[in-house]
């Protein structure tokens, strides 16, 4: 427990300590991103690995709408778990919307959000009275008609059935972001130069940067929503609810009010993360958005770590890179090249979940938090006399992420 | 000398952080009645939890001579111990028939016809319901079960959990008769746990106040019965 | 008339299935009240290994035989060892590792026998038992009302009359008094999920032993949804009550949304969904479902 230096919470250190650790997890994905805009992939033996950012961007994709089942899972505690079902509303209205309609990408948000946000709330009013494992068969069940449902004659015109529904999402880089000139600069830095690759940066690779900062962009915003979503009032009550929800009921807590609004923030998020997924994409198409896509949502929820914003973050990650990642290793020493054909990713992502289960409730983000804690740790500030100090606010800061991690209802 | 059934020694447990029981010594003989007499969280029903190797324990808990003291509840029952539990702890889907044919479960002699008869004899109401579920009896008959059902595996020791809880007071006369012919009838060593003090003492040889988890008074029945700080903080006199 | 008796037929045949994988799901929730959502997936690699048997020359019915025998060992050591760790009263974790068991083992059979539809031996050989007028009753569709009827039948009698069968109704009833009475509910519960994968092994070949289907890896996903309905109709704790609610969820498939398909033009590929506001419907309506005896309601 004793760590190297320990920062009072709400001291400047505490501001300086987060301001700069901000700092450097935005420069370093912006490095991340120039450093692989060119490089498609690595090989390790026979293996290939894809690192492009359209991996990247699929996972800020996944992440939006896993942070959505942190919401209602992770802090509501609700068992909804059919995410599947309003990625894929959000993909296909976003895609219906920029095909048929000419709608800028992005701006179908303004579509999808409200849309997902009433859907969940609708799908969501039947799930005040069924709760746990009920639910969340009844939401997996909801997640695997998706498929079929946009495959509806009936909705033929919208979807495109089985095809999926193209749409060009012209995100093309405005002409003032001098991607040639960063690239230039950072090709030039002495010793780490050229991991940046060499010359200017191809247009088709300058429009996947500019998605990917914008994706993120979009992706920020909604992590800093939900962040202050969950230190809100409301947020205290999902926590309440999901903790105790007799208790909770019984201090005056409106049960299905809270309930709900979980399920709607949840769907949307949701919603956005398929706008993401279609942008990145360029369509929307039926096996994108089956059963198997809820469950790997699942995996990425606990193994990123139920109940912590950046758990949806890892998550996202994992479940974007993992199967991808499986699926190139063609060779693997003892291992038959037999077996590492077909769904490897699934296996990896199954056993995983099952791994994590046992031996890291709270996922990844809860170990890498153990090891944080040995070398930085933010204490409270001891109340001091009979003013209040501003302890409140630092501490709830804190709270949103850290005190949620002991709490995790994963075993 | 008379056979010691059980005998507990510096017994601690508790759930959790929380620790209820803070070393008890107490014993039962064969052939004795004993009750634990104490209120509300003075930790009995933690006393035979602990007993059963249901909670975290530590401490010396031996039966018979053989320490038990952290072996798993159903090897402490498979060696002669019968646990009736608070709320009464019947299989309320199953009939009252299964329910008693559960009761013998470890046991493999073929004398478990032959018991239940017996007991449906001694409790004959139990015999009119054999066929109906647990669930479907009357407290006091679920009661009269429960304890029919403990009996079935042939204990060496009994253990009844607040047997008065949730009853009306005619009915639990009833059943402490009851228990009283079954110790001295029967033979059956009993360890009653009870808030009832009046009554449990009635039809006990010795008994034990515990208070927050520690032994306070103990001594044979008709003393502590006439003890006046007992008869002030228990019997309401 | 004659297409209605038709479609009877096929709902009886489908609804057989059901019946089997939600008498599965049941065992284990008598025994955790719990929802094994690797079920199907469990039901699906059993009847590969039947599959595999056969293809190695074992006679079909001996081969499904042991193949149930394998699926239940396999389920006995999945509940060794990932289960029964698991505090029963806490929820997500054990969805959580039938969720991962689903994955596994529905990619694992993925990459042991590939995606390709294999067809599987029939089971209760081919032809008509009975014709009337244009509607026919296969033997395949008697073979699995007797399937079921036989599978009902033992499990009725292994629960009454033998010792591990009292065993594991006094643990679904009553979990601590169990203990108290000297019952080892590990391996009582063990043999509840033995139980069931031999079950939902021998409902996945019965139903890929239709002559219309075959054998892939993807195969029971859809018919876990059905069986789940088809469970909580019954009242998630009664074998009985699956056997009718599978009977049910089969008409509703095969009659129902076929007579929605004509007059309303009701998408007869929306039986899935159908499937699924059936289950909505009796969880809100009526939890214990038609048969069940308690409450389901444990969060």
């Known amino acids: 427990m004793n760590a190297r230096w320990t920062i009072l919470a709400g001291s400047p250190q505490h501001r300086t300590y987060k301001l700069v650790t901000w700092t450097l997890f935005a420069l370093f994905v912006f490095l991340v991103a120039f450093a692989y805009v060119d490089v498609g992939s690595i090989s390790i033996g026979d293996n290939t690995y894809n690192i492009s950012l359209i991996r990247l961007n699929k996972a800020v994709a996944f992440a939006v709408a896993i942070l959505g089942l942190q919401v209602v899972v992770g802090y509501t505690g609700q068992l909804a778990l059919g995410q599947s079902f309003f990625f894929g509303m959000g993909a296909y209205i976003a895609a219906w919307l920029v095909a048929d309609k000419d709608w800028p990408v992005l701006l179908t948000l303004l579509i999808v959000i409200p849309a997902c946000f009433l859907v969940g709330v609708i799908l969501g009013l039947p799930a005040l009275r069924i709760k746990g494992l009920y639910l969340a068969l009844v939401t997996l069940g909801m997640a695997q008609v998706f498929p079929s449902l946009v495959k509806l004659e009936s909705l033929q015109d919208y979807t495109n059935g089985s095809g999926g529904k193209i749409a060009d999402i012209g995100l093309e880089p405005p002409g003032w972001i001098p991607f040639d000139g960063i690239a230039e600069f950072l090709q030039g830095i002495p010793l780490l130069g050229g991991y940046f690759g060499d010359g200017p940066i191809p247009e088709k690779q300058e429009e996947r940067l500019w998605k990917f900062f914008l994706f993120m962009l979009v992706a920020g915003i909604c992590f800093w929503l939900v962040a202050n979503l969950i230190k809100s009032r409301p947020g205290r009550a999902m926590r309440a609810v999901r903790d105790n929800e007799t208790g909770a009921a019984v201090s005056g807590i409106d049960l299905a009010q809270t309930k709900t609004l979980a399920f709607g923030v949840a769907s949307a998020l949701g919603g956005v993360g398929g706008v993401i997924y279609v942008a990145e994409l360029g369509i929307a198409s039926p096996d994108d958005f089956t059963q198997l896509v809820a469950i790997n949502f699942i995996v990425g929820l606990v193994v990123g770590g139920v109940g912590t914003l950046s758990g949806a973050a890892v998550g996202g990650l994992i479940i974007a890179i993992v199967p991808d990642w499986a699926s190139g290793t063609q060779s693997v020493a003892f291992i038959p090249e037999r077996w590492l054909q077909g769904p490897t990713g699934s296996v990896v992502l199954g056993i995983l979940l099952i791994i994590l289960t046992f031996f890291l409730a709270g996922g990844v983000v809860a170990g890498a938090r153990r090891l944080k804690a040995r070398i930085v740790q933010i204490v409270p500030q001891p109340p001091s006399g009979g003013s209040r100090p501003p302890v409140s606010t630092a501490v709830a800061d804190d709270a949103a992420d850290s005190t949620d991690s002991s709490t995790v209802e994963v075993g | ?237 | 008339m004659e297409l209605f008796l038709q479609r009877l037929f096929d709902a009886v045949s489908n609804g057989s299935t059901y019946a089997l994988v939600a008498v599965a799901l049941v065992l284990i929730f008598k025994a955790t009240t719990l929802i094994n959502f690797a079920q199907g997936e469990m039901g699906m690699l059993g009847a590969f290994f039947a599959l595999q048997l056969w293809l190695w020359g074992v006679p079909m019915w001996i081969a499904l035989v042991l193949a149930m025998i394998l699926s239940a060992i396999l389920a006995a050591g999945i509940e060794r060892v990932l289960i029964r760790p698991f505090d029963p009263a806490d929820h997500l974790p054990l969805v959580i590792i039938t969720l991962g068991l689903f994955l596994v083992i529905n990619a694992v059979a993925a990459i042991v026998w590939r995606f390709d539809p294999r067809s599987f031996p029939n089971l209760f050989g081919d032809g008509n038992a009975i014709s009337i007028g244009g509607a026919n009753l296969g033997w395949y569709t008697v073979g699995t009302i007797i399937t079921v009827v036989g599978v009902l039948v033992l499990l009725q009698l292994l629960l009454t009359r033998t010792k591990i069968g009292l065993a594991f109704r006094a643990v679904s009833s009553n979990l601590e008094s169990s203990e108290l009475v000297g019952i080892r509910v590990g391996p009582t519960l063990q043999f509840g999920w033995a139980l069931a994968a031999a079950v939902g092994t021998l409902a996945a070949a019965v139903f890929v032993a239709n002559p219309v289907r075959q054998l892939e890896p993807s195969i029971m996903l859809r018919v876990l949804i059905f069986a789940a309905a088809a469970a909580a109709l019954g009242g998630l704790d009664s074998l009985w009550g699956a056997v009718v609610g599978g009977l049910s969820i089969g008409l509703v498939q095969s009659v129902i949304v076929q007579y929605l398909n004509q007059w309303f033009s009701f998408p007869t590929t929306m039986s899935l969904a159908a499937a699924v506001v059936v289950l909505m419907v009796v969880l809100l309506v009526k939890p214990a479902g038609l048969f069940g005896t308690a409450a389901v309601e444990r969060v």
């Open chain 2, 1 to 237: 000398m008379t056979n010691r059934v059980l005998e507990v020694n510096g017994l601690e447990a508790g759930y959790g952080l929380i620790q209820v029981l803070h070393g008890i010594d107490f014993h039962v003989d064969e052939g004795e009645a004993v009750v634990i007499l104490g209120a509300n969280g003075a930790g009995k029903t933690t006393t035979l939890r602990a007993i059963c190797g249901m909670i975290q324990t530590s401490g010396s808990v031996k039966l018979n001579g053989e320490e038990i003291i952290g072996a798993k509840s159903a090897d402490i029952v498979r060696r002669g111990v019968a646990h009736v539990p608070q709320g009464r702890g019947t299989f309320p889907e199953l009939s009252v028939e299964d329910n008693l044919e559960v009761g013998a479960y470890t046991r493999t002699d073929g004398e478990v016809e032959a018991d239940m008869e017996r007991w449906y004899e001694t409790y004959p109401v139990l015999y009119q319901r054999r066929t109906q579920t647990a669930g479907s009896l009357s407290g006091g008959e679920q009661q009269m079960l429960a304890v029919a059902r403990a009996l079935m595996s042939r204990p060496s020791l009994l253990l009844l959990d607040e047997p008065s809880l949730g009853l009306a007071p005619l009915i639990v006369e009833d059943l402490f008769e009851r228990f009283a012919a079954l110790n001295k009838e029967q033979g059956t060593t009993l360890l009653v746990v009870e808030q009832n003090a009046q009554l449990a003492l009635g039809i006990a040889d010795r008994g034990y106040v515990l208070a927050s988890g520690a032994i306070d008074v103990q001594g044979p029945a008709d003393e502590l019965i006439n003890d006046d700080a007992i008869r002030r903080a228990y019997l309401g006199v």
